[in-house]
C-alpha cells in the first residue's frame, strides 16, 4: 500500500509533479563549496545521457549568513531554484530538507550533501534500484562495493561507525549506513516522509528512512564511490544532539491536537448514536436490536458469572437445560467478556454492553483514522472522512443496535498494519508474533469479522501483487514466512476453545440462514439507503431488503457508489487506488451471494460465493455481511480523495470536489438508534421470591419458554443474579437427535410449541389426557420446580392453557401467576 501525497510544512505549498527530478541540497554557509556543486550536478543533468529528461536544483537554505543563497540568485538558469526555511537562523539540516523537499515537483527527488563527496554519476546505480521497485534507493560506504576515496579522521570513522551501530540496533534494523548524503526517492513518498518529520537536526536521514521501513516501502542500499571533503559542519556538540534525537525517535510520538479532536469527535459520534440508551442502559432498550439486546446481556452476565465462580467459561446450563449452551459456539466475545467481569458484576451486565458498543465503535473508528494517516494520508481530516465512513458506514450502523462483534473492531486495522510490515521483510520474525497475538485476540473478540478481514485482505493481496508484481515477488516470502510464524503463535492459543467449539457439548456444524431476502444482497439493497439514514432512510424498502432491521448489510447509497467510482477513475494510476476499488467490488459482488438475479430480467446466474458457500467456516457466514469488507476500502479512497482535494491548486476544484464528498456522505449520516422504555421485571425475580419454588437441580420454566422472538426470559435471568436455570433459550445449539445441524434456540418440545402457538394466536387449544401426559414428560425433563407467568400480550389464554395441563390453577405472587409443581407431589 502506497501514501499519498501529504501536506508541506507552512510557508510551502504542494505543486503536481512537473519533472522528472529534482535535486535537494541542504545549505548553510556552503559559499565555498555549493558552487562547484552546482556546476557539476548541472553539467551531468544536461549531459548527452539525460538528453530529453526535465530536471531542477532546489538549493534549501537554511539561515546561511554569508554568500550562499546569492550564489544561487545570481544563476540565470531557471531550474536552480532557493529555498528558504521557516523562521530565521540556523534550525539544521532537517529543517532545511523538509522545506526543501515539500517545494519539490520531481517524480525522483535525489538528495544530496552540497560537498559532492559521492559523486552524481552514481545517481546511476540509484535509478536502477528505482526501476526495480524499490521507493527509496540510498548510498552506502558499508556495504559490498562501495569505494572509499580519501578518508575522515580515525576519530570521526570510530564515532560514525558506532553512530550506524547504534542506529542498527535501536531504530533502523538492516540498514548499514543512513548517513551518507546521496540519496534517491520516489517523489511522492519523499513528500510524505519528509512532511510526516519533526527533527530538525542529523537525524533526519535516520527519521524519514524508519518512515519508509515502517510503512512498507522497500528501501535498497546501494554502493556508491565517496571522498571526504574538508569543510564539514558536523561539531562535536552535534554527536549528542543527534543521540537525543535517536531517543526521540524510539520514544512513542504525542499524539497532534488534530488526533485528539479526532479522536474526541469519534467518540461524541458514537455517544450521538447510542444517545437513546446511553444515560440508562439499565432501563432503555433498543428497539431495532429484536431480541439481541437480551442476549448479549446474558453472554455478559453469564460469562463474568462463570469467571466470579471458577467454572468453564465455554459452557453454561442456565439456559437451554439439559443440553446447556455452548459459549464457544456463540459469539460471547471473552477478549472483553472476561475481563469486564469486575464492571459487570459491579455495575450489572446493561452497563457493560453499553460500554463495550460506544467505546469499540469510537475505538474502531480511532484504529482506521491512525491506518489511514500511517498508510495512506497525512492529513488529518481526510483521514477522519475515511475512518467516520470505515467505522460509521450504514451496515455498521444497523449491526449497531446489538451485535458488538461487529461493531468493536479495533484489532482489524491493527492486524492490517502488522501484516503489511510483514511485506516489508524488516522484523519478520518479531512482528510475525505481534501478528499472531493479535489475531488471537481478535479471534476472542469475534471470529467471523476475523474471516471476513482476512477475505478482504486476500482480495487486496491479489489485487495490489497484480498492479504492482515486483514488489509482490519481493513482499511473497517474508509475508508467507511470516504468516506461518503468525500461525504457529496463534494456533496454539486458540486450538482448544476451536476443539471446544466444534467438538464439545452441544456444538454444530453449520446453520443455514436459507435464501430469503436479505440472505444475499441484491444491487438495489447496494445502492438504496439504509434505514437509519438521517435524511433518506425508508424503513420499508430498508426491511423488504434485508433479514432485519440488525442486518442491513449493505445500503451504501447510489450517491457515495457514483463517488467511490470517479474516484478511482481519477486515481486510478496510483496502485493502491486499484487494488481498494478492486477490493470494495469483489467484497460487493461475492455478497450478493450463490445466484445473482439479473436486474429486470427475472434469471439468476451462478454467483463467486458458490465456491466458498460449502467450505468450512463460509458455510455459516451470512453472505449479505460480506458487504461489510466494503466499508473500510470506500473510507480510504475517500481519504484519498479528500487529501488530493484538500491540495488542488484552484479553488472551483476544491468546492466542486467537496461538494461532490458531501451529496454522497449526507445520506450516510445515520439518525441516533431508536430507543424505548424497557419493560419491568416482576418482583418475583427482583426480590428473591423465586427462591421459594425453585429447588437445588431444579429449573424455573418461564411460559411460554424463551426464544429467539421473544427472549425477554433472560433479561428476568440476569435480573435474578442467574440463580436459576431454564429451559429453551435464545443460542445457537444443535437440532438434536443425533442431528448436528445448527439452529437459534432449541428444538421444541410438545408443550414448548403448544405454549408457543397460544402467544401468537391467543387460542387455547384442547387439551386432553395425552396432551397432560406429554407435559408432564416434559416438564420431567426439564426438571420443573414451577412454570412463571409474567403479564404480556395473550396472558389470558396462557394461563388458562396451564391450567388444563397441570389440572390446576396456579396462585398470583408478586407480579406473575405461579404454579408450583411441588404442590401435592
Same mark, same amino acid.
Given at each position: 500500500?502506497?501514501?499519498?501525497?501529504?501536506?508541506?510544512?507552512?510557508?510551502?505549498?504542494?505543486?503536481?509533479?512537473?519533472?522528472?527530478?529534482?535535486?535537494?541540497?541542504?545549505?548553510?554557509?556552503?559559499?565555498?563549496?555549493?558552487?562547484?556543486?552546482?556546476?557539476?550536478?548541472?553539467?551531468?543533468?544536461?549531459?548527452?545521457?539525460?538528453?530529453?529528461?526535465?530536471?531542477?536544483?532546489?538549493?534549501?537554505?537554511?539561515?546561511?549568513?554569508?554568500?550562499?543563497?546569492?550564489?544561487?540568485?545570481?544563476?540565470?538558469?531557471?531550474?536552480?531554484?532557493?529555498?528558504?526555511?521557516?523562521?530565521?537562523?540556523?534550525?539544521?539540516?532537517?529543517?532545511?530538507?523538509?522545506?526543501?523537499?515539500?517545494?519539490?515537483?520531481?517524480?525522483?527527488?535525489?538528495?544530496?550533501?552540497?560537498?559532492?563527496?559521492?559523486?552524481?554519476?552514481?545517481?546511476?546505480?540509484?535509478?536502477?534500484?528505482?526501476?526495480?521497485?524499490?521507493?527509496?534507493?540510498?548510498?552506502?560506504?558499508?556495504?559490498?562495493?562501495?569505494?572509499?576515496?580519501?578518508?575522515?579522521?580515525?576519530?570521526?570513522?570510530?564515532?560514525?561507525?558506532?553512530?550506524?551501530?547504534?542506529?542498527?540496533?535501536?531504530?533502523?534494523?538492516?540498514?548499514?549506513?543512513?548517513?551518507?548524503?546521496?540519496?534517491?526517492?520516489?517523489?511522492?513518498?519523499?513528500?510524505?516522509?519528509?512532511?510526516?518529520?519533526?527533527?530538525?537536526?542529523?537525524?533526519?536521514?535516520?527519521?524519514?528512512?524508519?518512515?519508509?521501513?515502517?510503512?512498507?516501502?522497500?528501501?535498497?542500499?546501494?554502493?556508491?564511490?565517496?571522498?571526504?571533503?574538508?569543510?564539514?559542519?558536523?561539531?562535536?556538540?552535534?554527536?549528542?544532539?543527534?543521540?537525543?534525537?535517536?531517543?526521540?525517535?524510539?520514544?512513542?510520538?504525542?499524539?497532534?491536537?488534530?488526533?485528539?479532536?479526532?479522536?474526541?469527535?469519534?467518540?461524541?459520534?458514537?455517544?450521538?448514536?447510542?444517545?437513546?440508551?446511553?444515560?440508562?442502559?439499565?432501563?432503555?432498550?433498543?428497539?431495532?436490536?429484536?431480541?439481541?439486546?437480551?442476549?448479549?446481556?446474558?453472554?455478559?452476565?453469564?460469562?463474568?458469572?462463570?469467571?466470579?465462580?471458577?467454572?468453564?467459561?465455554?459452557?453454561?446450563?442456565?439456559?437451554?437445560?439439559?443440553?446447556?449452551?455452548?459459549?464457544?459456539?456463540?459469539?460471547?466475545?471473552?477478549?472483553?467478556?472476561?475481563?469486564?467481569?469486575?464492571?459487570?458484576?459491579?455495575?450489572?451486565?446493561?452497563?457493560?454492553?453499553?460500554?463495550?458498543?460506544?467505546?469499540?465503535?469510537?475505538?474502531?473508528?480511532?484504529?482506521?483514522?491512525?491506518?489511514?494517516?500511517?498508510?495512506?494520508?497525512?492529513?488529518?481530516?481526510?483521514?477522519?472522512?475515511?475512518?467516520?465512513?470505515?467505522?460509521?458506514?450504514?451496515?455498521?450502523?444497523?449491526?449497531?443496535?446489538?451485535?458488538?462483534?461487529?461493531?468493536?473492531?479495533?484489532?482489524?486495522?491493527?492486524?492490517?498494519?502488522?501484516?503489511?510490515?510483514?511485506?516489508?521483510?524488516?522484523?519478520?520474525?518479531?512482528?510475525?508474533?505481534?501478528?499472531?497475538?493479535?489475531?488471537?485476540?481478535?479471534?476472542?473478540?469475534?471470529?467471523?469479522?476475523?474471516?471476513?478481514?482476512?477475505?478482504?485482505?486476500? *482480495?487486496? &493481496?491479489? #489485487?495490489?501483487? +497484480? /498492479?504492482?508484481?515486483? =514488489?509482490?515477488?519481493?513482499? %511473497? $516470502?517474508?509475508? @508467507?514466512?511470516?504468516?506461518?510464524?503468525?500461525?504457529?503463535?496463534?494456533?496454539?492459543?486458540?486450538?482448544?476453545?476451536?476443539?471446544?467449539?466444534?467438538?464439545?457439548?452441544?456444538?454444530?456444524?453449520?446453520?443455514?440462514?436459507?435464501?430469503?431476502?436479505?440472505?444475499?444482497?441484491?444491487?438495489?439493497?447496494?445502492?438504496?439507503?439504509?434505514?437509519?439514514?438521517?435524511?433518506?432512510?425508508?424503513?420499508?424498502?430498508?426491511?423488504?431488503?434485508?433479514?432485519?432491521?440488525?442486518?442491513?448489510?449493505?445500503?451504501?447509497?447510489?450517491?457515495?457508489?457514483?463517488?467511490?467510482?470517479?474516484?478511482?477513475?481519477?486515481?486510478?494510476?496510483?496502485?493502491? *487506488?486499484? &487494488?481498494? #476499488?478492486?477490493? +470494495? /467490488?469483489?467484497?460487493? =459482488?461475492?455478497?450478493?451471494? %450463490? $445466484?445473482?438475479? @439479473?436486474?429486470?430480467?427475472?434469471?439468476?446466474?451462478?454467483?463467486?460465493?458458490?465456491?466458498?458457500?460449502?467450505?468450512?467456516?463460509?458455510?455459516?457466514?451470512?453472505?449479505?455481511?460480506?458487504?461489510?469488507?466494503?466499508?473500510?476500502?470506500?473510507?480510504?479512497?475517500?481519504?484519498?480523495?479528500?487529501?488530493?482535494?484538500?491540495?488542488?491548486?484552484?479553488?472551483?476544484?476544491?468546492?466542486?470536489?467537496?461538494?461532490?464528498?458531501?451529496?454522497?456522505?449526507?445520506?450516510?449520516?445515520?439518525?441516533?438508534?431508536?430507543?424505548?422504555?424497557?419493560?419491568?421485571?416482576?418482583?418475583?425475580?427482583?426480590?428473591?421470591?423465586?427462591?421459594?419454588?425453585?429447588?437445588?437441580?431444579?429449573?424455573?420454566?418461564? /411460559?411460554?419458554?424463551?426464544?429467539?422472538?421473544?427472549?425477554?426470559?433472560?433479561?428476568?435471568?440476569?435480573?435474578?443474579?442467574?440463580?436459576?436455570?431454564?429451559?429453551?433459550?435464545?443460542?445457537?445449539?444443535?437440532?438434536?437427535?443425533?442431528?448436528?445441524?445448527?439452529?437459534?434456540?432449541?428444538?421444541?418440545?410438545?408443550?414448548?410449541?403448544?405454549?408457543?402457538?397460544?402467544?401468537?394466536?391467543?387460542?387455547?387449544?384442547?387439551?386432553?389426557?395425552?396432551?397432560?401426559?406429554?407435559?408432564?414428560?416434559?416438564?420431567?425433563?426439564?426438571?420443573?420446580?414451577?412454570?412463571?407467568?409474567?403479564?404480556?400480550?395473550?396472558?389470558?389464554?396462557?394461563?388458562?392453557?396451564?391450567?388444563?395441563?397441570?389440572?390446576?390453577?396456579?396462585?398470583?405472587?408478586?407480579?406473575?401467576?405461579?404454579?408450583?409443581?411441588?404442590?401435592?407431589?
Amino acid at each position: 500500500m502506497s501514501r499519498a501525497d501529504a501536506p508541506s510544512p507552512p510557508g510551502t505549498a504542494h505543486r503536481t509533479p512537473t519533472v522528472e527530478l529534482s535535486v535537494v541540497i541542504p545549505a548553510y554557509n556552503e559559499e565555498r563549496r555549493l558552487g562547484p556543486t552546482l556546476d557539476a550536478v548541472t553539467r551531468h543533468l544536461d549531459a548527452g545521457g539525460n538528453h530529453g529528461r526535465t530536471w531542477e536544483i532546489l538549493v534549501a537554505d537554511d539561515g546561511s549568513t554569508d554568500a550562499t543563497r546569492e550564489l544561487v540568485t545570481v544563476r540565470r538558469d531557471p531550474r536552480v531554484r532557493l529555498v528558504i526555511g521557516s523562521g530565521t537562523g540556523n534550525r539544521g539540516k532537517g529543517h532545511a530538507l523538509r522545506h526543501g523537499v515539500a517545494a519539490s515537483r520531481g517524480r525522483r527527488v535525489l538528495v544530496m550533501d552540497a560537498d559532492l563527496a559521492t559523486p552524481v554519476e552514481e545517481l546511476e546505480r540509484l535509478e536502477k534500484a528505482l526501476a526495480d521497485g524499490h521507493a527509496a534507493a540510498i548510498g552506502s560506504r558499508a556495504v559490498p562495493g562501495a569505494t572509499l576515496g580519501d578518508r575522515q579522521h580515525r576519530i570521526r570513522e570510530l564515532l560514525g561507525a558506532a553512530g550506524n551501530l547504534l542506529i542498527r540496533r535501536t531504530t533502523l534494523r538492516g540498514t548499514r549506513d543512513t548517513q551518507c548524503g546521496f540519496k534517491l526517492f520516489d517523489g511522492e513518498r519523499a513528500r510524505t516522509a519528509f512532511a510526516a518529520s519533526r527533527l530538525n537536526g542529523w537525524a533526519i536521514d535516520v527519521e524519514v528512512l524508519r518512515h519508509f521501513q515502517r510503512v512498507g516501502w522497500p528501501v535498497a542500499e546501494v554502493p556508491v564511490r565517496w571522498s571526504h571533503r574538508p569543510g564539514s559542519k558536523v561539531r562535536p556538540a552535534d554527536y549528542l544532539r543527534f543521540l537525543r534525537d535517536l531517543v526521540r525517535l524510539r520514544m512513542q510520538p504525542q499524539p497532534r491536537p488534530a488526533d485528539v479532536v479526532a479522536v474526541l469527535l469519534f467518540l461524541a459520534m458514537a455517544a450521538a448514536l447510542y444517545s437513546g440508551r446511553l444515560l440508562d442502559p439499565a432501563h432503555r432498550y433498543l428497539t431495532d436490536s429484536l431480541q439481541d439486546q437480551n442476549q448479549w446481556e446474558w453472554f455478559f452476565a453469564v460469562t463474568a458469572d462463570n469467571v466470579a465462580h471458577l467454572r468453564n467459561p465455554l459452557f453454561t446450563d442456565l439456559q437451554g437445560f439439559p443440553g446447556g449452551v455452548n459459549l464457544m459456539a456463540n459469539t460471547t466475545m471473552t477478549g472483553l467478556s472476561v475481563p469486564l467481569t469486575p464492571v459487570t458484576l459491579l455495575l450489572g451486565p446493561a452497563l457493560t454492553l453499553s460500554l463495550v458498543m460506544t467505546l469499540g465503535l469510537a475505538a474502531t473508528a480511532a484504529a482506521w483514522y491512525r491506518l489511514i494517516v500511517k498508510r495512506l494520508v497525512g492529513q488529518r481530516a481526510a483521514a477522519f472522512a475515511g475512518a467516520a465512513l470505515a467505522a460509521f458506514a450504514p451496515p455498521m450502523v444497523s449491526h449497531a443496535n446489538a451485535h458488538p462483534n461487529f461493531v468493536v473492531l479495533f484489532m482489524i486495522p491493527a492486524i492490517v498494519d502488522r501484516a503489511l510490515r510483514l511485506a516489508t521483510g524488516a522484523r519478520v520474525t518479531r512482528d510475525a508474533v505481534v501478528l499472531g497475538l493479535m489475531a488471537a485476540y481478535q479471534f476472542f473478540l469475534g471470529e467471523e469479522p476475523l474471516l471476513l478481514a482476512a477475505l478482504g485482505m486476500l *482480495v487486496f &493481496a491479489v #489485487a495490489y501483487g +497484480a /498492479v504492482r508484481p515486483e =514488489v509482490a515477488r519481493q513482499a %511473497a $516470502r517474508p509475508l @508467507l514466512t511470516g504468516l506461518a510464524v503468525a500461525a504457529a503463535v496463534c494456533l496454539p492459543l486458540v486450538l482448544y476453545p476451536l476443539a471446544w467449539q466444534f467438538s464439545g457439548p452441544q456444538s454444530y456444524t453449520g446453520i443455514d440462514h436459507g435464501t430469503g431476502p436479505g440472505v444475499a444482497n441484491s444491487v438495489r439493497a447496494l445502492l438504496s439507503f439504509a434505514e437509519r439514514s438521517l435524511i433518506a432512510g425508508d424503513a420499508r424498502r430498508a426491511d423488504a431488503l434485508s433479514l432485519n432491521p440488525t442486518e442491513q448489510n449493505a445500503f451504501y447509497g447510489w450517491p457515495l457508489v457514483l463517488l467511490a467510482f470517479a474516484i478511482a477513475v481519477g486515481l486510478w494510476r496510483r496502485p493502491v *487506488v486499484r &487494488a481498494l #476499488a478492486c477490493t +470494495a /467490488v469483489a467484497a460487493a =459482488v461475492l455478497s450478493l451471494g %450463490a $445466484r445473482i438475479p @439479473l436486474p429486470l430480467t427475472g434469471t439468476t446466474v451462478p454467483g463467486p460465493w458458490a465456491l466458498l458457500a460449502g467450505l468450512p467456516l463460509f458455510e455459516s457466514v451470512i453472505e449479505s455481511r460480506v458487504a461489510l469488507v466494503c466499508a473500510p476500502p470506500l473510507g480510504m479512497l475517500l481519504a484519498l480523495a479528500v487529501d488530493r482535494l484538500a491540495r488542488a491548486r484552484r479553488l472551483g476544484t476544491q468546492y466542486a470536489g467537496l461538494l461532490a464528498v458531501c451529496v454522497a456522505l449526507l445520506p450516510l449520516i445515520p439518525a441516533p438508534l431508536k430507543s424505548e422504555p424497557r419493560a419491568e421485571v416482576p418482583a418475583f425475580f427482583t426480590d428473591g421470591t423465586w427462591k421459594t419454588y425453585v429447588r437445588g437441580g431444579e429449573t424455573l420454566v418461564p /411460559v411460554p419458554l424463551a426464544e429467539p422472538e421473544d427472549a425477554e426470559a433472560l433479561h428476568w435471568q440476569t435480573a435474578a443474579g442467574l440463580g436459576f436455570r431454564m429451559p429453551g433459550g435464545y443460542f445457537n445449539g444443535p437440532y438434536g437427535d443425533g442431528d448436528r445441524t445448527g439452529v437459534y434456540g432449541v428444538p421444541l418440545r410438545f408443550t414448548a410449541s403448544l405454549l408457543r402457538d397460544v402467544r401468537y394466536t391467543g387460542v387455547v387449544p384442547v387439551i386432553d389426557a395425552r396432551a397432560r401426559a406429554a407435559a408432564r414428560e416434559d416438564l420431567a425433563y426439564w426438571r420443573a420446580g414451577a412454570l412463571v407467568l409474567a403479564p404480556q400480550p395473550h396472558a389470558d389464554p396462557l394461563r388458562e392453557t396451564v391450567d388444563k395441563l397441570l389440572g390446576r390453577p396456579g396462585g398470583r405472587v408478586a407480579g406473575v401467576w405461579v404454579w408450583d409443581l411441588h404442590e401435592g407431589s
